[in-house]
């Protein structure tokens, strides 16, 4: 089969890690007869270069005819470049929350495993930890805060700021359906985080959520508060299998998870909606200050590469031969600087690619 | 001196803990000349049982004559407890918003400090802590998500809740000024989380932030994504003094940041305002489960009335002897269940009480 991939390399080192990540999905499309035609799309910083905008609607359109995305990064720092002196609705970040809702991209799922061969990177001690701990984080990713009306207005001289945070019955049904087939193909647990004791949208989602539950019955349902399962993310990381929440807790604990692994250059994301078209990116951001040293760690989004083959293609074996030569590259001692230790092998983007695809 | 202390107990939990915080009181009034005169008032799961709701204008109106207010904790086990099956609005934990909303509260503290007798407790790893960490979440308590409008309603069949967000320059201006001012104090460093690249609110957040540090030269101020900060709690708690956040943000974090130091029996926290009057509280829950059994911790509440002694009343040679008295018991290596460890000495939330009224 041909495969039509829509590449947006973004900016840092988007390119060279999505370099890799081409090279091992034409490795792997070789060996199982598969071809993929990339067309490559600007997005963030370098397409405001371009055309004075993060995502124009051109680009939309083309990755919207496209049989899935592979993202790289997007941005740069903040502190340093002219890109944040744009307006914020035209600034890098933008391009990837416009082309999440045109895409329709309501469901972002981020793993988040303490690989055993790093366990040593992980900031939380080993009681904790033994055994390793392997969960998703499901957050809604088209609603709430992040899409609601905004507006600032000056009232008596006052300024004045307003965001809203609206979820209706459909919106939350279909995120939470994402969260129980992924448990059923898991370990069967979704646990439901919001702040239910506060917001009217929380007491929405729960119930939901809830009903959704009755179709899978399989499957454990737990409820959690926003603030308690920040904590439980610390104390007890081994407890999660599907965390289930809402666009802006979801940012938050799906970041504090991927920082609890403490191999965050390993971590994938997988954006996904009613279709099979999927967008797929490292779940690390562009890292402006390593770009083009051949430092940068490939393997999130090569791992992020093996999710696109599962969801988007359906081709389950060519993904498992992904994430297998990435346990076996592991294995045999090759790390990138982020997550090099003692008595291992320090190896560039590159050859991190190269030794991946060696082993496919 | 005589002061006024309006006491909540409240449930599980709180009465035997703030047994102990009036003890110390006591003791520290008697050795420094002070009298502190007690009102017993309900709030939560019991001024339900009483009064059917959890705080009654009546009891609002005493905890606003008196100088300040003690705070045990509300709630009960949200599976068992009858206070669970009321509407939201009359359930144990809306009494705390409703005192902090009446009382003009809106400047939450808490402290997170990694006690060197405990580090054995925090989940983190000895090379990330080394040298202790001590910073405090200066969280906004009475703006945000928690108090803007909400509703719920039914369109075309479908169920649609809407919470709202809003600040405006005077509500940040004030707990800016907090933020700074403790920073002063402290190790003159303010680092404001927000999620400006998203929120309105959080880009006049951002603006109004700054404009308030033009009063303070001495103090570097940072901004942070609320994201990042998630990450960096765990990462490198140590670079923080103080964290200046909105309301839900705060939330989340401040639960987070007690958790790092993995000693939450020990966390103090005070709500502030304009005036003189404010609450005190321990950062934990009622844990109904151990209630009664003399096996609670008392000392975060023994701190917050530290806090107290510090911020309503001005006595900072008070507040320091109680903190000394603390920091003696631990070192002397008397331990509650929460914090044990192998070769201290066990005691229970009597004993701990005394042990520290002993030493002051
Ligand atoms: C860049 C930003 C808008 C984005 C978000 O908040 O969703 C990022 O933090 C993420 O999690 O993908
Ligand atoms: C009980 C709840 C409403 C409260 C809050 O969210 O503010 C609590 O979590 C806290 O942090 O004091």
Redesign the interface.
Same mark, same amino acid.
């Given at each position: 089969m041909n495969y039509k991939v829509a590449v947006i390399a973004g900016d840092g080192i988007g390119p060279e890690i999505v370099r890799e990540a081409r090279k091992v999905l034409d490795k792997v499309g070789g060996k199982f007869g598969h071809t993929f035609e990339y067309k490559e799309l600007l997005m963030g910083g370098c397409s405001i270069d371009a055309y004075g905008e993060p995502l124009t609607d051109e680009t939309l359109q083309a990755a919207k005819e496209s049989d899935s995305v592979l993202l790289g990064a997007v941005g740069g720092n903040v502190g340093q470049s002219n890109w944040y002196q744009l307006p %914020?609705d035209k600034?890098p #970040?933008a391009g990837l @929350?416009k082309i999440r809702k045109g895409l329709g991209l309501y469901a972002n799922v981020r793993p988040a495993i303490l690989f055993d061969e790093l366990s040593g990177a992980? %900031? @939380?001690?080993e009681d904790?930890t033994e055994g390793g701990f392997d969960f998703v984080v499901m957050r809604e990713l088209t609603g709430g805060?992040?899409f609601?009306e905004?507006? /600032?207005v000056e009232?008596n001289g *006052? @300024?004045?700021? /307003?965001? /809203?945070? /609206?979820? +209706?019955?459909?919106e939350i049904r279909r995120i939470a359906k994402w969260g129980f087939e992924f448990a059923m193909k898991r370990n069967k647990k979704v646990c439901s985080v919001d702040?239910?004791?506060?917001?009217?949208?929380s007491?929405?989602?729960r119930k939901?959520v809830k009903e959704v539950s009755k179709d899978y019955p399989e499957v454990e349902l737990t409820d959690m508060l *926003? +603030?308690?399962c920040?904590?439980? =993310? *610390?104390?007890d990381p081994k407890q999660f299998d599907v965390i289930l929440t809402e666009n802006?807790?979801g940012?938050? =604990?799906? +970041? #504090?998870a991927?920082?609890?692994t403490g191999s965050?250059g390993m971590l994938s994301s997988a954006s996904l909606g009613a279709t099979k078209l999927g967008l797929y990116e490292p779940s690390h951001g562009s890292a402006p200050d390593i770009a083009g040293q051949d430092k940068a760690n490939p393997i999130a989004t090569i791992l992020s590469a093996a999710m696109m083959l599962r969801y988007s293609f359906d081709l389950e074996k060519e993904a498992d031969a992904v994430e297998a030569a990435v346990k076996k590259v592991l294995k045999d001692g090759y790390r990138t600087v982020d997550i090099m230790d003692e008595g291992k092998t320090q190896v560039g983007t590159i050859e991190m690619g190269d030794l991946i695809c060696e082993r496919i």
């Open positions: %914020p600034r #970040e @929350l992980c %900031p @939380l001690k904790i805060l992040y609601g905004r507006k /600032t009232e *006052v @300024l004045k700021a /307003t965001d /809203t945070l /609206t979820y +209706d019955e459909n702040k239910a004791n506060v917001l009217d949208s007491r929405l989602w939901v *926003v +603030d308690n920040a904590m439980q =993310l *610390v104390r802006m807790f940012d938050i =604990l799906s +970041d #504090e991927s920082m609890v965050i």
